[in-house]
């Protein structure tokens, strides 16, 4: 029986934190719009949730005044433009006003196939 329980215990916390990283996830993807990351070879400019196909947070450090994620994504801006897939730096700072991006650097981004 004691088994049971630590079993059950750790499904509901399992489902709660994948719960969080999906809101934390969706929350980035609405906070990248307006951002660009890249420069003149390799550029990319968020302008809606759709182009976001993939955001996955593959590491995460957090301070009391900053958060640094690394993350993969799959992007595709239109159907013709065909997909990509990107690794990026995002920095968030604190304002009195909540989390803000402060900066997203792009790590890499290539033609996916």
Request: positive net charge; charged residues 25%.
């Amino acid at each position: 029986m004691k088994h049971i329980f630590w079993l059950i215990t750790m499904m509901v916390l399992g489902t709660r934190a994948l719960c969080a990283q999906a809101a934390e996830v969706d929350k980035m993807k609405a906070d990248l719009i307006g951002q660009s990351m890249g420069g003149r070879e390799k550029c990319w400019n968020f302008k809606s949730i759709e182009q976001s196909k993939e955001l996955a947070i593959k590491e995460k450090t957090e301070n009391p005044q900053k958060r640094v994620y690394k993350i993969a994504l799959q992007l595709q801006a239109a159907k013709a433009t065909g997909k990509y897939a990107a690794k990026a730096r995002v920095e968030y700072v604190k304002t009195p006003t909540g989390w803000k991006i402060k900066h997203v650097g792009l790590l890499s981004l290539t033609k996916a196939e």
